[in-house]
């Protein structure tokens, strides 16, 4: 029998980061199952090399969504890291946090614990600061010596310039931080690599790590369900290439599968709503209502122009150009290569400027559509404005498809569902388009091709968002935590799954609701986090 003191299901962002920190500080024997792949690949380290594999590749998974009936019966993908880093191995690596209302929030909804955790913007920002190493920031809200690498971009295209610039025109305030004193305005992002090499959590958190006896990585290992006596997780039953597989933890399990697939093995292992298990022939080991519902992702929808020049980073990537490139980063260190293809974004309120932002922007200069939405438009010089509604109000679920652990879950996002989030969305797209039409944008832009420029009524607008509105890459909430009297609250405060002794989840599934930004940066805040928990350390 294979023992081990913490056994951690998913090496994501946030599994790396609770896996490296236990192993390290805790003295106890730590194993990291994760399903994927390894994820030394150049094409992986360099950072614009997942345009390269977004639509189709190894290091992905794709789920493909239940007919969405609200958008007209559409199905689309939500692809999902398949590598150990998880998200931070295959994303654009865009280093967001969200705001302090966020966290705020959080504490607020999580106030009616019996612990006296709290989870307020004061108390989270030291696991962010205490992980980052910043290559322009030193203060109160960044540190500068911590193992996630976090840089300027090493390199910005024309067109990312002309967006920030037009934008300004609209009367938006120009922002050198948007995880600053204020979210609002225009400017270049920050992002997780330096020097033109990723900075994922795999790299970051267990590559120093691998060395240490303490740490113990599977990959290609996919969990089939967490085993569970007496209302206690003892133990994981997972399988690889070469056959089925039972270790035991003599401390604690950590879930970090991700938003889709944690409350999939939730669920296998006995824990959710007990109507849906008893479906599936499950026997119930907890009867915790909330397993997969409240799923929240951003909504993300697509204005494209044709440029009128050879602007952006069309053909970038092929023939000479990509020698060109190559070499300009072999010799130099510098040019494209070190770009991850989205350098400028924007955070705006179109109905109300003064408030809180309601829809965050990324420019990225090519024309760029999602790979089930690809036929509607040629390849050309051009750029993509994406418009993401920050806060969405509208929420989904992840089923069981099937009590086989090999299927993929049913996932039901409901994006644009709610008509807040709707309008919101409209409300961005009008406000980018007026962006598209000013100076210096404008002057190197041919056409928008979308939406359909001959027709931008409302209707027509909302038909655009409901034919191409895709998933940011954002799934959360799905097992989240809350107050000691929520039903849906499958996790206290502290993580842990109600009515399970040592079982807890520390990945996206946790939040109770979605930060307004990218989630690569929380879900290693909660990685963070819940090491912290384990060892005492908040307790």
């Known amino acids: 029998m294979t023992k081990f003191d913490h056994i951690i299901i998913g090496g994501g962002s ?15 024997r730590v194993l990291l199952l994760e399903a994927g792949h390894s994820n030394k690949h150049p094409l992986l ?7 390269k594999m977004i639509n ?3 290091f992905m998974r794709y789920h493909r969504t239940t007919p969405q009936e609200h958008l007209g019966g559409r199905v689309h993908d939500i692809p999902q890291g398949n590598v150990l880093g998880g998200g931070s191995s295959v994303n654009a690596q865009v280093y967001m946090r969200g705001r302090p209302e966020d966290y705020n929030a959080w504490d607020e909804i999580l106030r009616g614990n019996n612990d006296g955790l709290g989870w307020s913007w004061k108390d989270v920002l030291p696991h962010f600061t205490r992980m980052e190493g910043n290559n322009r920031f030193a203060n109160d ?61 795999a790299y970051a958190f267990i590559t120093p790590q691998l060395t240490n006896p303490n740490l113990t990585v599977r990959l290609g290992a996919e969990v089939s369900k967490i085993i569970i006596e007496n209302g206690r997780a003892i133990g994981v039953s997972y399988r690889d290439k070469t056959g089925e597989h039972i270790v035991h933890a003599e401390g604690e399990i950590i879930l970090a599968a991700g938003a889709l697939v944690t409350p ?7 824990i959710g709503p007990a109507d849906h298990l008893a479906e599936h022939g499950i026997n ?83 024309i760029y559509l999602d790979r089930d939405a690809q036929e509607e438009l040629k390849d050309g010089y051009g750029v993509t404005i994406t418009t993401v509604v920050v806060k969405p109000k509208s929420r989904g679920e992840v089923r069981l498809a099937s009590s086989d652990p090999t299927v993929m879950p049913a996932v039901s996002p409901n994006l644009l569902k709610h008509p807040d989030d709707m ?81 807890r989840v520390c990945d996206m599934s946790a939040v109770p609701d979605i930060n307004a930004g ?22």
């Open 141 to 201: 809200l960044h540190g500068s010596d911590g193992p996630l690498l976090v840089s300027d971009p090493g390199y910005i295209d024309d067109m990312s310039r002309w967006f920030v610039q037009s934008v300004q025109t609209l009367g938006e305030p120009f922002n050198p931080d948007f995880n600053g004193a204020s979210q609002r305005g225009v400017g270049f992002y920050q992002f997780t690599n330096r020097q033109g090499k990723r900075s994922s959590a």
């Open 14 to 28: 946030a599994g790396c980061v609770v896996a490296a920190r236990l192993a390290a500080e805790s003295g106890g």
């Open 423 to 503: 309008a919101a969305m409209v409300a961005g797209q009008r406000f980018f388009l007026r962006a598209m039409d000013a100076n210096p944008l404008a002057q190197r832009l041919k056409n928008v091709a979308l939406p359909r420029p001959d027709d931008t009524s409302d209707a027509a607008l909302v038909t655009h968002c409901k034919r191409f509105v895709k998933t940011n890459y954002h799934p959360a909430g799905t097992a989240k935590m809350g107050a000691d009297g929520d039903r849906m609250a499958v996790l206290d405060a502290q993580m842990r799954v109600r009515e399970i002794a040592r079982l």
């Open 264 to 270: 999939k093995l939730l669920m296998l292992s006995g």
């Open 56 to 58: 189709g590749s190894k």
């Open 518 to 539: 990218n989630t690569n940066a929380p879900a290693m805040m909660l990685g963070d986090r819940c090491a912290d928990l384990v060892m005492g350390h908040l307790a």
């Open 284 to 366: 119930v080991k907890a009867d915790l209502a909330g397993v997969g519902q409240n799923l929240i992702d951003h909504p993300e929808v697509p204005i494209t122009a044709y440029a009128n020049g050879p602007y952006g980073y069309y053909k970038q990537g092929d023939g000479w150009r990509m020698v060109r490139n190559g070499l300009q980063f072999k010799l130099f260190g510098s040019g494209p290569v070190t770009s991850a293809g989205v350098e400028a974004g924007a955070f705006v309120n179109p109905e109300n400027p003064e408030a809180p932002p309601t829809i965050q922007a990324f420019c990225v200069p090519i």
């Open 45 to 51: 380290d360099m950072p614009p090399g997942i345009f």
